[in-house]
């Protein structure tokens, strides 16, 4: 079974500031989906971004990028150019194809951006 | 506008008094699925379904049972609830395709449930 650890239960951010997220997983396989899902407190769960393991690209979606380290088994979410609204909490999630797309969650990160 | 529904938004309910969440999605997915959200715990899969009439048990099935008569609709029943099942709970679709998934799952608003 796979896990997904998240080391960091509260993190904060001065506005304009960057910011990394940790994400540490464990897993068996060699292909495999990765994702930051974003919760602000309005709760909806929203995709932030998404790393296929075997591209060895890190995805970059604007202001979020993630340091995919496949042999460390590190996903970190970084975040440039903090915004107000970036203030959610965060989660990272592995999804192992012909699943089910069954996502499994780490127990997330509460992000407060300070102004 | 593509979304995945969930109703009631917030429910408070007493032990061993059935109950229905309904979920419902407008983008033909054929994947659907349940988690409940807890603090510390994340989201945790409950139960997912692949398509009509085909549905698996997820993480945490106990005190859980699922339906999914209609392509567009995967209502969750609480038979007997505890109130170790208050929690949030979220809907979420997507699609399959050929790759093996990956896909984007599209979440619902969630379900506040307290059992008291």
């Known amino acids: 079974a796979q896990t997904v650890t998240q080391s960091q239960p509260e993190m904060s951010v001065q506005e304009a500031e960057t910011v990394t997220l940790s994400c540490t997983y464990d897993?068996?396989?060699?292909?495999?989906?990765l994702f930051w899902y974003k919760q602000p407190p309005s709760r909806q769960m929203i995709l932030v971004i998404r790393?296929?393991?075997?591209?060895?690209q890190n995805a970059t979606e604007n202001r979020f990028s993630v340091n995919f380290q496949k042999a460390a088994k590190s996903f970190s979410l970084k975040i440039s150019d903090s915004q107000l609204g970036d203030t959610a909490m965060y989660f990272c999630?592995?999804?192992?194809?012909?699943?089910?797309?069954?996502?499994?969650f780490g127990g997330g990160t509460r992000l407060m951006v300070k102004p | 506008e593509a979304q995945v529904t969930q109703n009631p938004r917030y429910l408070i309910t007493v032990t061993g008094k059935k109950l229905t969440v309904t979920c419902s999605q407008n983008?033909?997915?054929?994947?659907m699925s349940w988690y409940r959200q807890d603090p510390g715990l994340g989201l945790r899969q409950i139960y997912y379904?692949?398509?009509?009439?085909?549905?698996d048990k997820g993480d945490v099935p106990e005190g859980y049972k699922v339906s999914r008569k209609e392509k567009r609709n995967f209502p969750l029943i609480l038979e007997s609830p505890s109130p170790n099942q208050t929690s949030l709970y979220f809907c979420?679709?997507?699609?399959?395709?050929?790759?093996?998934?990956?896909?984007?799952?599209?979440f619902g608003p969630g379900t506040r449930l307290t059992v008291t």
């Open positions: 979420a679709s997507s699609s399959i395709g050929q790759s093996g998934g990956g896909y984007e799952q599209y």
């Open positions: 897993t068996s396989e060699n292909n495999y989906y």
């Open positions: 790393q296929e393991a075997y591209k060895q």
């Open positions: 999630a592995f999804m192992k194809p012909f699943s089910g797309n069954m996502l499994t």
């Open positions: 983008m033909n997915h054929e994947y």
């Open positions: 379904s692949m398509n009509v009439e085909v549905t």
